[in-house]
């Protein structure tokens, strides 16, 4: 659903050149000719640069993906792992990426205590006899092939289309043919990670008034026939309401991390209901006072996820953003124009996000 669209955008509206020629005379600067794709600042101020080359505490990521090729990559990412001090990683099943989930399991199967598996639900057949069938089928990936928790499921606006081994189109979470599924997870204790939506600035016009317009110009979400952003909170909402005896983790902040009020609100009112960070650093570090403050307060609620393969520094950007207090910095490969800060979170607070309520959730609800 993403939609590339070439835009033209002039920096004359980040970029204020002294004595600014008239808009007419072309030539007459070179800020005219800038656009706003190629914005690319360098950092001139002269303040702290922290490297954080290790967590400050042992993590356990809740939201990764089959990234590899084979069993040589495997070892690699645990050895990148123990450098930046990740105990264990969600292998997360999803449709867009990796092989068959009992693979996954056999490839990984020798590094089992550093990576947990997330099974798919199996759409295969809708009918109420095929439902069941598929609760028996994730009541056996849990039993013998050790499944923890549900997802990633995902619903971008068309159903769950992350699903394996069938897409589950217009399937959304409130879907009634789907509950005895989620259920059915909640009787096992296996926790539901889904994604919903996009970050909002993707829905909204491609023009001068979007804030995330550079990122949002090619990953935009064209709503014409599926569900737009709020409808897809509704159906998030009403399967949390419905399943008080299912937990779920709403991946990237649930897509919400333009609204922490409107987050926070949903976390009071649903013990059920956990977010992750994952791939969402760019979307909160342009925040970081409201940001640190939401996870201050929703520190039990709040767990590490990465969901952007095993890089070295793909680790360490996501661990300057929360233990530093370093400000006004880019990370172009997020993609978007603006500057982010360090959250400088107290340890207590950093503890519980990198492992602790994982730990809780992974062991307790069990
Ligand atoms: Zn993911």
Redesign the pocket.
């Known amino acids: 659903m993403k939609k590339s669209l070439l835009l033209l955008i002039s920096a004359a509206f980040v970029l204020a050149a002294c004595n600014a020629p008239k808009a007419s005379d072309e030539s007459a600067s070179p800020a005219d000719k800038v656009l706003l794709r190629d914005f690319n600042p360098t950092v001139v101020n002269n303040i702290p640069v922290t490297q954080v080359d290790k967590a400050k505490f042992p993590i356990i990521d809740m ?1 990764s ?1 089959d990234y590899v090729e084979s069993a040589a990559d495997i070892e690699q990412w645990c050895k990148n792992m123990d450098e930046v001090g990740v105990l264990n990683t969600a292998i ?1 099943h ?1 449709s867009w990426i990796g092989r068959p989930f009992e693979e996954v399991v056999e490839l990984y199967a020798p590094y089992k205590d550093r990576f947990r598996f997330w099974c798919c639900f199996d759409y295969s057949d809708m009918s109420e006899e095929g439902i069941q069938k598929a609760c028996q089928l994730l009541e056996r990936y849990h039993n013998e092939l050790g499944a923890v928790g549900v997802g ?1 499921l995902g619903d971008k606006g068309e159903g769950d289309t992350y699903a394996r081994p069938k897409e589950g189109k217009d399937i959304h979470i409130d879907d009634a043919r789907i509950q005895p599924l989620i259920r059915k997870a909640g009787e096992l204790k296996m926790p539901i990670s889904i ?1 919903i939506a996009e970050p909002y600035w993707m829905y909204l016009p491609m023009d001068e008034t979007n804030d995330g317009l550079v990122n949002a110009v090619t990953w935009h979400v064209d709503t014409t026939n599926c569900y737009g952003y709020w409808k897809l909170m509704e159906t998030f909402e009403n399967a949390v309401r419905e399943n008080p005896g299912t937990l779920f983790i709403a ?1 990237h902040y649930l897509n919400m991390s333009h609204d922490w009020p409107h987050l926070g609100a949903l976390l009071d009112k649903y013990p059920n209901m956990y977010v992750d960070i ?2 969402r650093v760019a979307e909160s570090a342009h925040t970081p006072r409201a940001t640190r403050e939401f996870l201050i307060k929703y520190q039990d609620r709040v767990l590490f996820g990465t ?1 952007n393969g095993y890089e070295l520094q793909m680790y360490r950007n996501i661990f300057r953003v929360l233990e530093s207090n370093d400000e006004h910095f880019y990370i172009p490969e997020y993609g978007y124009h603006w500057a982010l800060s360090g959250f400088n979170l107290p340890d207590e607070v950093l503890k519980k996000i990198y492992h602790d309520n994982a730990e809780r959730i992974l062991n307790e609800y069990k």
């Open positions: 939201h993906h997360m999803c990633e994604h991946c994952s791939a969901d």
